[in-house]
């Protein structure tokens, strides 16, 4: 069984290996479902799925190996024990990754979806001029140049602005109304 084991690690290694090097490339490109998992398949365990059978031997074959190697259970006892450890890390991966695709956060931000949001000046600009904005969406940090097409005055650094449009991957800016109604009562 030793021989068993280890053959069963270094395959499983080498496959996760191989998956954490190369990333999830899918042949035939297009869009994701997120209620399918990445393996294309739709909820609850699917035994044929190559991650699901990557986690079982990486995991379950250096369980057995530890077991073997160290003596410290009968040859039954640790088919047992490397088997439910492979499992469960193949259930545990498939699920972990399922949720993480079907939670939406993070990924590609498209410029359509930064209208509306406040966004804070970097580089300060006013009526015609081009600046520079910060705002978070999606979880990451978004840095955009802007321009003003409303307004008098300069927009200062740190000044909380709304986008109300996109052109030409340009923010089209104004002082946040939100805002300003707020220093101006103060």
């Given amino acids: ?3 068993a084991y280890l053959f069963t690690t270094i395959l499983g290694g080498i496959l996760l290996g191989t998956s954490l090097v190369a990333g999830d490339h899918h042949a035939g490109g297009g869009g994701h479902d997120a209620a399918h998992d990445v393996d ?21 074959g250096a369980t057995g190996l530890c077991l ?8 039954a006892l640790t088919g047992v024990v ?8 193949g259930v ?6 399922r949720r993480a695709l079907a939670g939406g956060q993070g990924g590609t931000v498209r ?9 804070e000046v970097l580089v300060p600009f006013g ?5 520079t904005v910060r705002l978070i969406a999606k979880n990451s940090t978004v840095d955009l140049l ?11 650094a740190k000044e909380e602005v709304l986008i109300i449009g996109m052109k030409d991957g340009c923010a089209i800016v104004t002082r946040n109304p939100a805002t300003t109604k707020q220093s101006g009562g103060t």
């Fill in 111 to 119: 410029t359509d979806e930064l209208v509306g949001h406040s966004a």
């Fill in 1 to 3: 069984m030793l021989y």
């Fill in 82 to 89: 490397a088997g439910a450890v492979g499992l469960t890390a």
């Fill in 40 to 60: 294309g398949h739709q909820g609850g365990l699917n035994l044929l799925s190559l991650r699901l059978w990557t986690y079982v031997l990486a995991f379950g």
């Fill in 127 to 131: 009526r015609g001029a081009t600046g």
């Fill in 92 to 97: 545990a991966a498939q699920t972990v990754i």
């Fill in 146 to 156: 802007a321009i003003c097409e409303d307004g008098e005055g300069e927009l200062g």
């Fill in 68 to 75: 073997t190697l160290l003596g410290a259970a009968g040859v």
